[in-house]
């Protein structure tokens, strides 16, 4: 997301010096196609600063779009990005506000989580997980099924469904243990710092996820 950025950034600034105007600023009419994602609120329109430097640039409120972004923490897809209070200069962008809706694949969100994990679309929205444990001196597979939250800014699988590849005693003697297994607390990587997830949801391909953040800085 940062790569993702950076090339927006300097794309406006071009845009920005040829007058090619594909963004508003305060003062001049909304283009009708600054629409929030669907899980965010719209924010106030911001005031014009009074405290420009030379060479800076403000942009009132930013959309930018990609169907595919790929960073050094994995892929991200069906991009939108709206900035609002965007500053430019020749150190890179800063947002008053940010919010990043986007697809993390499934196989992005496991490879970023580590640990064997495979996931994918389970039924009535949920989540679904394999993964090999070892668990009282048995190597098994767990399968489990899961609600899938925002919390504190994090993705977080909460197993409703357990399932050991192994005789009935061990899922009964290991239920606890294999509950901690599969329950998943990850912060989604790949987008600037600052960033918190506020909600997701289960689609066929991944995770549907919206982040903000507040005050959040790309440098070159």
């Excluded at 930013?62 to 430019?88: E, H, K």
């Excluded at 506000?97 to 986007?102: E, M, N, T, W």
């Amino acid at each position: 997301m940062k790569q993702f950025v950076l090339g927006a950034v300097t794309m406006l600034t071009a845009l920005v010096v040829a007058a090619l105007v594909l963004v508003w600023s305060v003062g001049s009419p909304g283009s009708g196609a600054d629409v929030p994602a669907p899980t965010a609120s719209a924010a106030p329109r911001p005031s014009a600063p009074t405290d420009l430097a030379s060479g800076e640039t403000w942009l009132g409120d930013v959309r930018l779009t990609s169907a595919q972004v790929v960073t050094g923490d994995g892929g991200l897809r069906d991009v939108t990005a709206i900035g609002s209070a965007v500053r430019l200069d020749g150190e890179g962008l800063r947002a008053g506000r940010l919010d990043i809706d986007a697809l993390l694949p499934f196989e992005s969100a496991a490879s970023q989580i580590g640990d064997g994990v495979t996931l994918y679309a389970a039924d009535d929205g949920l989540a679904g997980l394999r993964r090999r444990v070892n668990v009282l001196g048995r190597d098994v597979e767990v399968r489990a099924t899961g609600a899938v939250r925002a919390v504190d800014g994090r993705l977080v699988i909460t197993p409703e469904t357990i399932d050991l590849d192994g005789p009935d005693w061990l899922d009964s003697a290991a239920s606890t243990i294999v509950r901690q297994l599969v329950t998943i607390r990850h912060t989604v990587q790949g987008v600037p710092e600052g960033m918190a997830l506020t909600a997701v949801s289960v689609q066929a391909e991944g995770f549907r996820a919206h982040l903000r953040g507040d005050d959040v800085s790309i440098t070159r």
